[in-house]
T-cell receptor, first 114, second 114 residues
Framework: GENVEQHPSTLSVQEGDSAVIKCTYS??????FPWYKQELGKRPQLIID?????GEKKDQRIAVTLNKTAKHFSLHITETQPEDSAVYFC?????????????FGAGTTVTVRA | DTGVSQDPRHKITKRGQNVTFRCDPI?????LYWYRQTLGQGPEFLTY????????KSRLLSDRFSAERPKGSFSTLEIQRTEQGDSAMYLC????????????FGPGTRLLVL
């Protein structure tokens, strides 16, 4: 099955700086890569996603890049704000089966220092 | 709130007891997923339904676990003879047939088995 690794496990940044989280996946048939943000005690919230036919996608202060050859994808948050503090999860969906189940990384705890 | 809802939000039970959780997906979402999340980890796939049909079960889903979605709307997840190792957050997600890989999560049910 798909195996997703995520780094770093914790990330502390100064408000206004950028944050980058990296993930690698093992299944070359994976073709959909969402990112979820989970605040303490709350549901995972989809913040951005990318499909394998696209190399980069932006939405305001967040962007995701995908390198299919290297099988890795990254989340970039610019101009970080205190409300960006949360746990971020990357995930991958393989096209090998029709289940569309998400395989998650272990998460990155982001702390934005004011 | 028109998002995915779950009930109860918290459940404390004694080892050996049975528990049942409910998930109400977003209206007209045909797919419904159950995931389990333990502390410091990303969610792990348990099972999913397409309408009322349960199409896949993870090996994580032992014989003590059963899930149903009788009318293709809400779903229930029952754990029989709970064990301390069942303590986790149980998350439900749903997706629409136009974009089945895009899953929206509920707030989860946090289970503590004493």
């Amino acid at each position: 099955g798909e195996n997703v690794e995520q780094h770093p496990s914790t990330l502390s940044v100064q408000e206004g700086d950028s944050a980058v989280i990296k993930c690698t996946y093992s299944d070359s048939a994976s073709n959909y890569f969402p990112w979820y943000k989970q605040e303490l005690g709350k549901r995972p919230q989809l913040i951005i996603d990318i499909r394998s036919n696209v190399g980069e996608k932006k939405d305001q202060r967040i962007a995701v890049t995908l390198n299919k050859t290297a099988k890795h994808f990254s989340l970039h948050i610019t101009e970080t704000q205190p409300e960006d503090s949360a746990v971020y999860f990357c995930a991958a969906v393989s096209s090998r089966s029709n289940d569309y189940k998400l395989s998650f990384g272990a998460g990155t705890t982001v702390t934005v220092r004011a | 709130d028109t998002g995915v809802s779950q009930d109860p939000r918290h459940k404390i039970t004694k080892r050996g007891q049975n528990v049942t959780f409910r998930c109400d997906p977003i209206s007209e979402h045909n797919r419904l997923y159950w995931y389990r999340q333990t502390l410091g980890q990303g969610p792990e796939f348990l099972t999913y339904f397409q309408n009322e049909a349960q199409l896949e079960k993870s090996r994580l889903l032992s014989d003590r676990f059963s899930a149903e979605r009788p009318k293709g709307s809400f779903s229930t997840l029952e754990i029989q003879r709970t064990e301390q190792g069942d303590s986790a957050m149980y998350l439900c997600a749903s997706s629409f047939f136009h974009s089945e890989e895009t899953q929206y999560f509920g707030p989860g049910t946090r289970l503590l088995v004493l």
